[in-house]
């Protein structure tokens, strides 16, 4: 794999810092890539770059090649760690657009629509969840998103949740089993029956495929109680924890996640103060996921408090076709400046070095000398656009392990 330069980088920001300061960005930056992982970070000017010639008026904003070495010109851009989408749902079939129209019409959110979802997904067939699949990890990566976590949890059978664990592992190494994602309609009333089904032969089928375990943990899904049962089987298979918690109400979940040494537990819609005291004082990662306020009108958390109290917050999509149908972490972003009150440098540190410590992967998340190369060039002098300018599409280039994949 030949070696890429990308020089003139207006703002680089490589979640390690300068200076001792984790959140400074450098200027004037530039960054080798060298066989898919960091091979240098520096200034534009170091003379150790003397493979390369000068810049002329000529060359800025293009890609030249000297020597075998490919050189990107950032022409003053924002360079970032590639978005790590450290939750996901997108592996299903059919949408609610009929259920989002009624809620912005007053309606409220209710975990039971996951039902439909179920419907539609245990009709269509493995080619058609994998195209529609496939198009939205695209999609995903337009907007930056190099590394990505797919969950299960649209099929509740046996031979559903195996097929929808095996697409993901097709496309992610970050696939989730989540059977317990809501009692199907077959098993209404008899709750506990359908735990019995998920950590027995439902697990069974679905632990070689996965690498992490998952409950709704939440009124109108599973209880403390089943979602204990359900994270304890996992993890007895070598699974890793990662919970849904506290998005429609207050709840045990966060705690549970905590007490089972969750990497991450995910909404914190309605935290406690004795929530966000347990999270401050453990390593689990509070994620929100500012989509699902965005869809279900439900308030928004306060990034804020969580930053103060010591809590490591990530960003993510949730993209499912209920309570949170956007694939953009730009927009998340910009939704967790505007609405959580994040700075917009704890927002991008959120949505990449953030989602990396959610999925428990130290290669991602930074740039910095042996990480994986996973960047994106935005058309914006500073990564503040991101939140300064909602909706538009400002990431320019991606490189995923070095490669340019847009
Ligand atoms: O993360 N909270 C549970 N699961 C999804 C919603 C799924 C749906 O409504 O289809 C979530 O918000
Ligand atoms: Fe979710």
Redesign the pocket.
């Known amino acids: 794999m030949s070696a890429t330069l990308i020089t003139n980088i207006g703002e680089l920001t490589t979640n390690v810092g300068v200076d001792g300061d984790p959140g400074a960005a450098l200027h004037d930056a530039a960054v080798l890539i060298d066989d898919g992982r960091i091979a240098w970070v520096g200034p534009s000017s170091d003379p150790s770059m003397w493979r390369v010639a000068p810049l002329s008026s000529a060359n800025q904003g293009r890609t030249r090649h000297v020597d075998g070495l490919e050189v990107v010109d950032a022409d003053g851009g924002a360079v970032i760690p590639g978005f790590v989408d450290s939750h996901s749902?997108i592996v299903f079939g059919g949408d609610r657009a009929g259920e989002f129209e009624a809620r912005m019409a007053g309606e409220k959110y209710a975990?039971g629509?996951?039902r439909s979802?179920v419907a539609a997904t245990r009709d269509a067939s493995d080619d058609k969840l994998r195209t529609r699949l496939r198009g939205f990890v695209d999609e995903m990566r337009a907007q930056g998103t190099t590394t990505v976590e797919i969950k299960s949890g649209y099929g509740l059978d046996v031979a559903t949740e195996a097929r929808l664990v095996r697409l993901a592992a097709e496309v992610t190494p970050e696939v989730t089993f989540l059977g317990a994602?809501v009692v199907p309609a077959e098993y209404a009333g008899r709750g506990d029956e359908y735990v019995d089904l998920v950590v027995g032969e439902m697990l069974d089928a679905c632990a070689p495929h996965a690498k992490w375990i998952d409950v709704?943990c939440e009124a109108g899904a599973f209880t403390a109680a089943q979602s204990r049962r359900v994270l304890e089987a996992g993890i007895a298979r070598g699974l890793q924890a990662r919970v849904?918690a506290s998005?429609l109400g207050p709840g045990e979940g966060v705690r549970l996640a905590i007490e089972l040494g969750a990497a991450s537990v995910d909404?914190g819609t309605y935290l406690t103060d004795e929530d966000v005291a347990a999270l401050a004082a453990s390593d689990t990662v509070l994620t929100v996921?500012p989509g699902?306020e965005f869809s279900t009108r439900h308030p928004y958390p306060d990034a804020r408090r969580l930053i103060d109290a010591g809590v490591t917050v990530a960003i993510a999509c949730?993209t499912?076709?209920?309570?949170?149908f956007t694939s953009s972490m730009p927009f998340c972003i910009a939704l967790a400046v505007r609405e959580m009150g994040m700075t917009t440098a704890e927002a991008v540190r959120a949505a990449t070095a953030g989602g990396a410590a959610a999925l428990r992967r130290d290669d991602i998340g930074v740039i910095a000398p042996g990480k994986r190369a996973d960047l994106v060039l935005l058309d914006a002098p500073t990564a503040v656009h991101l939140a300064y300018r909602p909706g538009v599409p400002l990431v320019k280039q991606v490189w995923k392990d070095g490669v340019a994949v847009r």
Not at 320 to 324: A, K, T
């Open positions: 749902h975990a629509g996951i979802t994602h709704f849904h998005q909404h996921l699902v949730d499912n076709p209920g309570s949170s």
